[in-house]
C-alpha cells in the first residue's frame, strides 16, 4: 500500500509528463516526450583544462531543446567565453541524427575545455540515438 502510495505522489508531482533520465550511457526507452541525457559516468575519462567536463542534453520530442554544462572543475572565465559564443545552443532545434553530423568547433581561449564538451556531447548523442 505505501508503495501505491508513493507512486500516486510521484505521478502526481510530474503530472503525467514522461521524463526518461539516463547518466551512465544507459538505453532510454518507452514512449516519451522528454529525454535528458547526463554525461557524468559515461564521460568521466574525457578531461578538459581542469577536469571532467559532463553535460547534460535535453531532448524533447526528439529535438535537442538545450545543453547544459553540469558542475565542473573548469575556470569561470573558460566557461563565461564558450557561453557567450553560443557553444551551447548550437545544436538547439536539430534532431539526434542532425546534431551528430553537425561539426562543432572549439571556443578559441578555451580549447581543453570546449574540445571536452565536444567530446561530451557527442558521447551523449550516442546515447540517446540508442
Known amino acids: 500500500m505505501k508503495k501505491l502510495l ?5 505521478a502526481a508531482v510530474f503530472g503525467g509528463a514522461s521524463v526518461v533520465s539516463t547518466s551512465c550511457g544507459g538505453r ?3 514512449n516519451t516526450d522528454t529525454l535528458r ?3 557524468t559516468e559515461l564521460t568521466k575519462d574525457i578531461i578538459g583544462f581542469n577536469g571532467p567536463t559532463p553535460v547534460e542534453i535535453t531532448v524533447v520530442k526528439g529535438v ?3 545543453i547544459q ?3 565542473n572543475q573548469e575556470g569561470p572565465g573558460y566557461m563565461r ?3 557567450e559564443s553560443g557553444f551551447f545552443d548550437k545544436l538547439n532545434g536539430k534532431t539526434l541524427k542532425e546534431a551528430g ?3 562543432l568547433d572549439a571556443v578559441t581561449g578555451a580549447t581543453f575545455s570546449s574540445k571536452a564538451l565536444i567530446q561530451n556531447i557527442q ?3 550516442e546515447v540517446g540515438k540508442k
Open 6 to 10: 508513493l507512486f500516486a505522489a510521484i
Open 28 to 30: 532510454a526507452s518507452g
Open 37 to 39: 541525457i547526463n554525461t
Open 64 to 66: 535537442i531543446t538545450a
Open 69 to 71: 554544462p553540469l558542475p
Open 81 to 83: 567565453l564558450i557561453r
Open 101 to 103: 553530423a553537425v561539426q
Open 123 to 125: 558521447a551523449g548523442l
